[in-house]
């Protein structure tokens, strides 16, 4: 049995560990390697090496650090396949969607591309008399990353490339699930020129996690999953005096109006709902239908589009399935008690995708595409996220009833609204509380250069991932002020005829 071990200071290193945790292939329920389970010891040796190798990196100039990012990014292209087998393997999303990811993971490097002005602070001159002013944005020191399993490679590149670009060093714990990847990422990032020790992977269980937000080297925490979770890691990290962004659960609604395009909106909602299997934070949980009438052709509309949805493995040869496996058999099982909870508690099961068999793949992790009508919010399908390719139908007399439920709801990470008509999409721009918004957008995930991050207890700490916020993350600012005393003024007569460069 193969087995996956950390990757510290530019090298694979075997840990001591007689803990190890079996992945597996959700398409098909077969363990395909194992992974160690970090001692403390492992982690504490990551954290030495990176802050070890913070001084002379974090002194590197931002054009030599954005060089590495450049051919960073060139080896993400040049691998793209076999990191999109890997995803599939190890998470079960479709091979186009595993692609999809890296596309999006690696927007984010292309932005760290541009630390050099990304990372520039002010000037004024003049402030006072002879006094100038100048802020400087200097990296924090080692940094951790804890990621989840639904996005592998891009919830990681959310974070790692913005902190290692501003001079940061980087220790990754990846999810237990489907670790493959980062060790390979680690291995790419070695290739592009990064020094050893500036990114550093250790593989864990909560006993790795309580390291990193407990060692006082650590400086910052950024963390990607379920609430509870998020809850835990912000206190105890910032408990030990770090700075922690950790993202959380998400409920995400969309409002559809009578006036919007419904076949638009039919084949977003279906994407958005069912696509990666609903294994997305960004994933649209709840339609909110404003009347009867738009509610009655939605569903029967989303009932004819889920009868031609095909269910499968994530890598096939010939036409590609449009919904592979969830993760594991406890998150199946995990997803079929919330549908049973739907129906015991009176939703109207339109679509049951809980008897879901794909031929050759019989152990596979597959709950087919679900969907619910006549939701209401006291149930537990509305009120908890479940994570999977389970839809629920809402339905609500007036576009003000429809807000006001999802104002209400203990999530806001992202929502979206289906309509023709600009002031009402403006109206709910303004008004819905939540930190991404879509208009005829059913999963608003901005773009690298703006910043990802929803509200209420989908988010706790400050600042979000990636774009400015993850500059202003992962830097903390220095004001200058400057007064330089009268002198005598030094001429030099030495003339130089090559092109004067930064390096």
Same mark, same amino acid.
């Given at each position: 049995?193969?087995?996956?071990?950390?990757?510290?200071?530019?090298?694979?290193?075997?840990?001591?560990?007689?803990?190890?945790?079996?992945?597996?292939?959700?398409?098909?329920?077969?363990?395909?390697?194992?992974?160690?389970?970090?001692?403390?010891?492992?982690?504490?040796? $990551?954290?030495?090496?990176?802050?070890?190798?913070?001084?002379? %990196?974090?002194?590197?100039?931002?054009?030599?650090?954005?060089?590495?990012?450049?051919?960073?990014?060139?080896?993400?292209?040049?691998?793209?396949?076999?990191?999109?087998?890997?995803?599939?393997?190890?998470?079960?999303?479709?091979?186009?969607?595993?692609?999809?990811?890296?596309?999006?993971?690696?927007?984010?490097?292309?932005?760290?591309?541009?630390?050099?002005?990304?990372?520039?602070?002010?000037?004024?001159?003049?402030?006072?008399?002879?006094?100038?002013?100048?802020?400087?944005?200097?990296?924090?020191?080692?940094?951790?990353?804890?990621?989840?399993?639904?996005?592998?490679?891009?919830?990681?590149? %959310?974070?790692?490339?913005?902190?290692?670009?501003?001079?940061?060093?980087?220790?990754?714990?990846?999810?237990?699930?489907?670790?493959?990847?980062?060790?390979?990422?680690?291995?790419?990032?070695?290739?592009?020129?990064?020094?050893?020790?500036?990114?550093?992977?250790?593989?864990?269980?909560?006993?790795?996690?309580?390291?990193?937000?407990?060692?006082?080297?650590?400086?910052?925490?950024?963390?990607?999953?379920?609430?509870?979770?998020?809850?835990?890691?912000?206190?105890?990290?910032?408990?030990?005096?770090?700075?922690?962004?950790?993202?959380?659960?998400?409920?995400?609604?969309?409002?559809?109006?009578?006036?919007?395009?419904?076949?638009?909106?039919?084949?977003?909602?279906?994407?958005?709902?069912?696509?990666?299997?609903?294994?997305?934070?960004?994933?649209?949980?709840?339609?909110?239908?404003?009347?009867?009438?738009?509610?009655?052709?939605?569903?029967?509309?989303?009932?004819?589009?889920?009868?031609?949805?095909?269910?499968?493995?994530?890598?096939?040869?010939?036409?590609?399935?449009?919904?592979?496996?969830?993760?594991?058999?406890?998150?199946?099982?995990?997803?079929?008690?919330?549908?049973?909870?739907?129906?015991?508690?009176?939703?109207?099961?339109?679509?049951?995708?809980?008897?879901?068999?794909?031929?050759?793949?019989?152990?596979?992790?597959?709950?087919?595409?679900?969907?619910?009508?006549?939701?209401?919010?006291?149930?537990?399908?509305?009120?908890?996220?479940?994570?999977?390719?389970?839809?629920?139908?809402?339905?609500?007399?007036?576009?003000?009833?429809?807000?006001?439920?999802?104002?209400?709801?203990?999530?806001?990470?992202?929502?979206?609204?289906?309509?023709?008509?600009?002031?009402?999409?403006?109206?709910?721009?303004?008004?819905?509380? $939540?930190?991404?918004?879509?208009?005829?957008?059913?999963?608003?995930?901005?773009?690298?250069?703006?910043?990802?991050?929803? %509200?209420?207890?989908?988010?706790?700490?400050?600042?979000?991932?990636?774009?400015?916020?993850?500059?202003?993350?992962?830097?903390?600012?220095?004001?200058?002020?400057?007064? %330089?005393?009268?002198?005598?003024?030094?001429?030099?007569?030495?003339?130089?005829?090559?092109?004067?460069?930064?390096?």
């Amino acid at each position: 049995m193969e087995t996956i071990q950390n990757f510290i200071n530019g090298q694979v290193i075997e840990s001591n560990t007689d803990r190890f945790s079996p992945v597996y292939n959700p398409a098909t329920g077969e363990q395909t390697r194992q992974v160690v389970l970090s001692t403390r010891s492992d982690v504490k040796s $990551a954290i030495e090496m990176a802050q070890a190798a913070f001084p002379r %990196w974090a002194k590197t100039p931002p054009l030599r650090r954005a060089r590495v990012m450049f051919k960073f990014k060139s080896l993400l292209e040049a691998n793209q396949d076999t990191l999109a087998r890997m995803i599939s393997n190890e998470h079960g999303k479709v091979y186009s969607d595993a692609v999809g990811e890296l596309t999006r993971g690696l927007e984010v490097v292309e932005f760290a591309c541009g630390i050099p002005h990304l990372q520039k602070g002010e000037s004024s001159a003049n402030v006072g008399s002879g006094v100038d002013s100048h802020s400087i944005m200097q990296p924090l020191g080692v940094c951790a990353g804890i990621t989840p399993f639904n996005f592998p490679a891009m919830v990681p590149m %959310w974070m790692f490339p913005i902190a290692i670009a501003t001079g940061n060093t980087f220790v990754l714990k990846p999810s237990k699930k489907n670790p493959s990847l980062s060790l390979m990422l680690a291995e790419l990032l070695k290739e592009a020129g990064l020094p050893d020790g500036v990114f550093n992977v250790v593989n864990g269980d909560k006993e790795a996690v309580d390291v990193l937000l407990t060692d006082p080297r650590v400086q910052a925490v950024s963390f990607v999953g379920s609430t509870p979770i998020a809850e835990y890691i912000y206190t105890t990290a910032s408990a030990n005096g770090k700075r922690c962004q950790a993202l959380g659960g998400a409920k995400n609604h969309c409002i559809l109006m009578p006036d919007a395009d419904l076949e638009m909106a039919n084949n977003a909602i279906v994407g958005a709902g069912f696509g990666a299997a609903g294994e997305r934070c960004m994933a649209l949980s709840v339609v909110v239908a404003v009347g009867d009438e738009i509610a009655d052709k939605l569903v029967s509309s989303l009932t004819k589009s889920i009868d031609t949805m095909t269910v499968g493995p994530g890598i096939t040869e010939g036409k590609e399935n449009d919904m592979g496996p969830v993760i594991s058999a406890v998150h199946r099982d995990k997803i079929l008690g919330y549908i049973n909870s739907g129906v015991d508690q009176g939703a109207k099961l339109v679509v049951d995708g809980r008897d879901c068999q794909v031929s050759g793949h019989e152990n596979g992790y597959f709950v087919g595409p679900t969907l619910f009508d006549d939701v209401s919010p006291d149930m537990t399908i509305y009120q908890e996220e479940i994570f999977g390719p389970v839809l629920s139908i809402v339905r609500a007399p007036d576009y003000q009833t429809a807000l006001n439920l999802i104002n209400q709801h203990q999530y806001g990470n992202g929502s979206a609204i289906f309509t023709r008509d600009g002031e009402t999409a403006r109206q709910f721009s303004e008004d819905v509380l $939540a930190g991404m918004v879509g208009v005829n957008v059913p999963i608003p995930v901005p773009m690298a250069f703006h910043s990802f991050g929803g %509200w209420k207890r989908s988010i706790f700490g400050p600042l979000n991932v990636h774009g400015n916020d993850g500059v202003r993350f992962y830097t903390r600012m220095k004001t200058v002020t400057t007064r %330089w005393p009268a002198s005598v003024r030094l001429e030099t007569h030495s003339s130089h005829f090559t092109m004067p460069t930064m390096e």
